[in-house]
């Protein structure tokens, strides 16, 4: 079955970069999308269309794609950005998320 | 802008039927949008359920596929999901979101509830 891999973690340190991967054979063929979820929360759309940014995100968060790879790259983290980050894709079955990768702020 | 909110009993009894509502608030379900129900067990990742047009076409999860139901009332601006034959591995906040065409992205989505499937 189709699935979407992500790091089950990242730790990055206030103003630094953080880079959170999501793979998968098919996703030259299909769009990925990006959520963030704080605890408690509902998760938010970040990311769409692999780099389209929606209105009211934060310029810091982008996406890129290359090859099989989706890229989430938050530029100068904030401790605020401390959420789990899942991706989300399709194949001809249906819609699929990633695991989730937990970005830590230390 | 769009609003939506589940709603439905928090607990259900094993080989029950989890039966959910999402109010849609802001706009209108009879727009060209998909309506989606995805879930997260405590603590776990989410999942997809499925999805409905608004004119009645749906795409379910062929792992659930078998046990649902995703329908839309027009006239009462909502759209239901029932999940048959439940057990503990049910058990979940369930979401409903909106997305602009089939198997793309969710964007608003609801505020979430949760279901326990115990005895």
């Known amino acids: 079955s189709y699935e979407l891999t992500q790091p089950p973690s990242v730790s990055v340190s206030p103003g630094q970069t953080a880079r959170i991967t999501c793979s998968a054979d098919?996703?030259?063929?299909?769009?990925a999308y990006w959520y963030q979820q704080k605890p408690g929360q509902a998760p938010v759309l970040v990311i769409y269309?692999?780099?389209e940014r929606p209105s009211g995100i934060p310029e810091r968060f982008s996406g890129s794609s290359s090859g099989t790879t989706v890229t989430l790259t938050i530029s100068g983290v904030q401790a605020e950005d401390e959420a789990d980050y899942y991706c989300?894709?399709?194949?001809?079955?249906?819609?699929?998320f990633g695991g989730g990768t937990k970005l830590t702020v230390l | 802008q769009v609003q939506l909110q589940e709603s439905g009993p928090g607990l259900v009894k094993p080989s029950g039927t989890l039966s959910l509502t999402c109010a849609v608030s802001?706009?209108?379900?009879?727009?060209?949008?998909?309506w989606s129900w995805v879930r997260q067990p405590p603590g776990k990742g989410l999942e997809w359920i499925g999805e409905?047009?608004?004119?009645?076409?749906?795409n379910y999860n062929p792992s659930l596929k078998s046990r649902l139901t995703i329908s839309r009332d027009k006239s009462k601006n909502h759209f239901s999901l029932k999940l048959t034959s439940v057990t503990a591995a049910d058990t979940a906040v369930y979401y409903c979101a909106r997305n602009l065409a089939a198997f793309t992205w969710f964007d608003p989505w609801g505020q979430g509830t949760l279901v326990t499937v115990s005895s």
């Open positions: 098919a996703l030259p063929k299909q769009f």
């Open positions: 802001g706009g209108s379900i009879s727009s060209s949008n998909w």
């Open positions: 409905i047009h608004y004119s009645g076409s749906t």
């Open positions: 269309k692999d780099s």
């Open positions: 989300q894709s399709a194949d001809s079955s249906g819609t699929v």
